[in-house]
């Protein structure tokens, strides 16, 4: 759907040392979010591009992967070279057995 030009990652392939960056909504990230992940929604990404790290692998992640691709997209086009889609997005982090904490320590859900 998004062509070779965006670079894609599994969820198997990410490690601690990656930098997760969730562009998904409040709501969303308030329900279930994976542990060590960093929120950033998709809209406020231009206003905060500071906070995402050049120095390191940085994986972006939403619901199934068309807004974390629009993201990655966007990061590559503003001098990122070490960034990547997160294929299937929180879906498959889920459906991999990952992890997944609601904003309360307890855990939660993909919306």
């Known amino acids: ?3 070779p030009q965006i670079p894609t990652v599994t969820v198997s392939e990410i490690s601690d040392e990656t930098y997760l960056l969730d562009v998904r909504e409040d709501d969303e990230w308030t ?3 994976a542990p060590g992940a960093h929120h950033l929604p ?3 990404l231009p206003a905060r591009l500071a906070e995402v790290p050049t120095d390191r692998d940085v994986a972006v992640i939403c619901r199934s ?3 974390s691709a629009q993201v990655v997209a966007y990061l590559l086009r503003n001098g ?5 889609n997160v294929a299937g997005g929180m879906g498959d982090w889920a459906a991999a057995g990952r992890q997944v904490v609601g904003s309360d320590g307890q855990p939660g859900r993909v919306l």
């Open 80 to 84: 990122w070279e070490q960034v990547s």
């Open 31 to 33: 329900a279930g979010h």
């Open 1 to 3: 759907m998004f062509g």
């Open 42 to 44: 998709m809209m406020e």
């Open 65 to 67: 992967g068309g807004r």
